[in-house]
């Protein structure tokens, strides 16, 4: 197949007209959203304890999850990426499974695994006396399982495109591996590192569904911004409108501070 | 690079078989119920009978918390009728003013749930127990309002609510976390105890708190492109039929 030459007239034009279309159909709803309510509510809203909870609960969660992230997803990039293990493309794969899993199926088998009739939330209950459902403990396991890949599957590229013979030259110079991640990796990765750290957190920020499956919905506990803003369309739709702005507020803030990332060609 | 070429073509004529199967059919007028969530098996038992009555028209649920309904009642939704578990959804979804005038068509009985396999909790003072997992529907949605206004009869509110630890967005959500063993109590609609969880669930009665009954409300939607359709549903369910169906599924009459 090759590409017939004349008339890239035509051809531009389609282009950019489905290519408006798709501009339009994203900025509608965030025109709407902001349209929607005046900002004296969005300020209303923004100083009501409810919200206060429910904003400092969203950060202390998805704060911890990103934390927990780069705990254990840092070193589960690294082997991946350098170190040659059997089952290594299986637990690839197990890795990259939350990502395009639906959350509510997340939170089911969260349940399956660490509910009170769980695989360990048995012995995690007789044994320790944690049960974790509907803590929020929970809301956090909940968001660094489907937020952590995002942090490991970036990274674990960076890695990978990333030439062996730097690593190499340091180690015939004597450095251990630590020092070599610490002091040779870490910083040429920075760029994705940063990258995947963000889009983990903004996951974890924005879990909704295993977090109402596996954790609960209870104000101060488990009930984090996404939670309180479908709570709040049966009750007050413009007050959910108003959590939205919040939220929104938050991801352009945090695409505006990553901007060196995601918009390198504008 | 003729098989994706051949693939699409296969899609598409797929499309147009699919397309051209629905316009064979005979147009089909369907009504749309939204309903609380504790009518779920009650309705759909009247489901067969309406439409044996009224060829060509196909009665779709919304099943789900009356709040949610309402909201989206309220937001402008398609809908013909609206049953709610309670008269304060009812009045919010009246606001829109889309809502004709409203009956009582049933009642209902609040009742503790438990696990089964779990005897600890003999009657309500029991909720207020120290380390209770106690799970209720929100304060929105009917069956948690009712419960909140049962505990305050009892004079156990604070305490029990203390030990909530998920507030659940319609009845089901109660249920299941019960019946599942994840939480240690919840308090339901009598009616939720159905067949399909009746093995994994022990019922203890909400004693002292008799005079807190659930009363249901239907009516038809002032704006329904097919009202004679919503008006003849609405007779259905506030009718005798309605209450045999109702009765069966254990709801108590109006």
């Known amino acids: 197949m090759s590409l017939k030459p004349g008339r890239p007239g035509h051809a531009n034009l389609a282009i950019g007209l489905l290519a408006g279309a798709a501009v339009v159909f994203f900025a509608l709803p965030l025109v709407g959203l902001l349209v929607r309510v005046a900002p004296a509510e969005v300020w209303r809203q923004l100083t009501a304890p409810a919200v206060q909870t429910a904003l400092r609960l969203s950060l202390t969660v998805s704060l911890t999850a990103a934390g927990l992230s780069l705990l254990l997803g840092l070193p ?42 769980g695989l360990l939330g048995g012995p995690l209950e007789h044994g320790l006396g944690v049960i974790l459902p509907y ?23 960076a890695l990978r495109g990333l030439d062996p013979r730097l690593e190499q ?16 990796v870490l910083p040429a ?6 990258a995947g750290l963000a889009l983990c957190w903004a996951r974890a920020l924005g879990e909704f569904g295993a977090t109402i499956t596996f954790a609960g919905n209870l104000q101060g506990r488990t009930q984090t911004m996404p939670l309180a803003v479908y709570e709040a369309l049966h009750t007050s739709p413009d007050g959910a409108v108003a959590l939205s702005l919040i939220l929104l507020a938050v991801s352009l803030a945090l695409l505006a501070a990553l901007r060196g990332h995601f918009f390198k060609g504008g | ?7 699409a073509r296969r899609v598409v004529l797929l499309g147009a078989l699919t397309l051209g199967g629905c316009s064979g059919a005979p147009a089909e007028r369907v009504v749309h119920v ?56 009812m009045e919010r979804a009246a606001a829109s003013s889309r809502m004709q005038p409203a009956r009582v068509f049933a009642r209902n009985k609040l009742v503790i749930v438990t696990p089964a396999n779990d005897p600890s909790i003999q009657g309500p003072a029991d909720l207020s127990r120290a380390g209770l997992r106690l799970i209720l529907a929100g304060e929105t949605v009917p069956v948690g309002a009712y419960a909140r206004e049962a505990l305050n009869r009892l004079g156990v509110r604070e305490a029990a609510l203390a030990n909530v630890v998920s507030n659940e967005e319609n009845v089901r959500g109660v249920v299941g976390k019960v019946a599942t063993g994840e939480a240690d109590a919840g308090i339901v609609y009598a009616t939720d105890v159905t067949a399909e969880l009746a ?3 022990r019922t203890v009665t909400l004693a002292g708190a008799d005079d807190v009954v659930p009363a249901y409300e239907i009516a038809a939607l002032a704006d329904s492109r097919q009202p004679e359709l919503a008006a003849a549903f609405v007779d259905l369910v506030a009718g005798p039929a309605g209450a ?11």
């Open chain 1, 76 to 117: 589960l990039a690294y082997a991946l990426a350098r170190l040659p293990f059997p089952g290594r493309g299986l637990a690839r794969a197990l890795v990259t499974l939350p990502m395009v899993l639906p959350p509510v199926v997340g939170g089911t088998a969260l349940l399956a695994a660490f509910g009170r009739r």
């Open chain 2, 244 to 254: 045999a169906a109702l009765g069966k599924r254990g709801f108590l009459p109006p």
């Open chain 2, 34 to 89: 939204a309903a609380a969530m504790s009518l779920k098996e009650a309705f759909t038992d009247l489901e067969a009978g309406f439409e044996a009555q009224h060829p060509g028209v196909d009665v779709v649920f919304n099943f789900a918390g009356s709040q949610t309904l309402a909201a989206q009642i309220v937001a402008g939704a398609p809908a013909d009728v609206f049953a709610s578990a309670d008269r304060a959804q």
């Open chain 1, 169 to 184: 030259a340091a180690a015939t110079l004597g450095a251990s591996r630590l020092r070599i991640v610490a002091t040779v």
């Open chain 1, 135 to 157: 803590t929020t403990g929970a809301a956090v396991l909940a968001a660094t399982f489907v937020a952590a890949p995002f942090l490991v599957i970036t990274v674990e590229g």
């Open chain 2, 1 to 7: 690079m003729t098989r994706p070429r051949s693939a």
């Open chain 1, 189 to 194: 990765i920075r760029p994705s590192l940063v």
């Open chain 2, 199 to 201: 093995d994994k669930l």
